[in-house]
């Protein structure tokens, strides 16, 4: 069975402008997470979907946001980018949503 | 507020000897904890967990304790092998409410030396 994907794999954007991640999870799985990496911050959570609901919000600003479609798969944006979004995006997938949640590749997002 | 901490930013071990990887953490309400084996520009891998009910779990070389009144958790690795060397995540989930919302800790660099 095939792991969960995100694309692209590496980005880089200018500050001000926005971007648009994406995520298919695990076949079958239902429930998606998004967390950001950072040197300074370490792994915070983003978002929960599950069944196209976001269930749990980070404390992350507005400038974040996210999406679940009918087939699980998973978009996160960022608009207004800043210096400091410059990030790994890390995106899991679980079965239903409270199980192990299983971590993609990530997105290496770079803000110039 | 760091709920999860490691406080061991790395550890460097033998091959063939035990790894022994620490965490704590604050939240009492944590009802399940995992760790993650990490390497550079890589997701997170899942390696093993423990539900709050139970004060072990073992999946091969991989062997995780709970201690709940000390609100702390360890991985033990026996025996370490050269492959192991990476970044270990653990991470507590729940704090209250229906979620799957992980905390992680900052890590800590095992490295294993042949």
């Known amino acids: 069975k095939a792991g969960v994907t995100q694309t692209p794999r590496y980005l880089i954007k200018t500050r001000g402008q926005q971007v648009t991640l994406s995520c298919s999870p695990i076949?079958?799985?239902?429930?998606v997470s998004w967390y950001q990496q950072t040197p300074g911050q370490g792994l915070q959570f983003l978002f929960e979907?599950?069944?196209?609901?976001?269930?749990n919000k980070g404390n992350f600003p507005g400038r974040f946001s996210g999406r679940q479609f009918s087939n699980s798969r998973s978009e996160m944006n960022v608009s207004t980018l800043e210096l400091g979004d410059s990030a790994l995006y890390l995106c899991?997938?679980?079965?239903?949503?409270?199980?192990?949640?299983?971590f993609g590749p990530g997105t290496r997002l770079t803000v110039l | 507020d760091q709920q999860v901490k490691q406080n061991s930013p790395s550890l460097s071990v033998q091959e063939g000897r035990i790894s022994i990887l620490n965490c704590d953490y604050t939240n009492s309400m944590f009802d399940y904890f995992l760790w993650y084996k990490k390497y550079p520009a890589e997701g997170p891998t899942f390696l093993i967990s423990?539900?709050?009910?139970?004060d072990k779990n073992e999946d091969g070389r991989f062997t995780v304790f709970l201690n709940k009144s000390a609100k702390h958790l360890s991985l033990h690795i026996v025996p370490s092998q050269p492959g192991d060397s990476a970044v270990y995540f653990c991470?507590?989930?729940?704090?209250?409410?229906?979620?799957?919302?992980?905390?992680f800790g900052t890590g800590t660099l095992l490295a294993v030396q042949p």
């Open positions: 899991a997938s679980s079965l239903n949503s409270l199980d192990t949640q299983y």
């Open positions: 076949s079958g799985h239902r429930s």
């Open positions: 423990i539900s709050s009910i139970k």
């Open positions: 979907y599950f069944s196209e609901t976001q269930r």
């Open positions: 991470a507590a989930r729940g704090g209250g409410g229906a979620t799957n919302k992980l905390i």
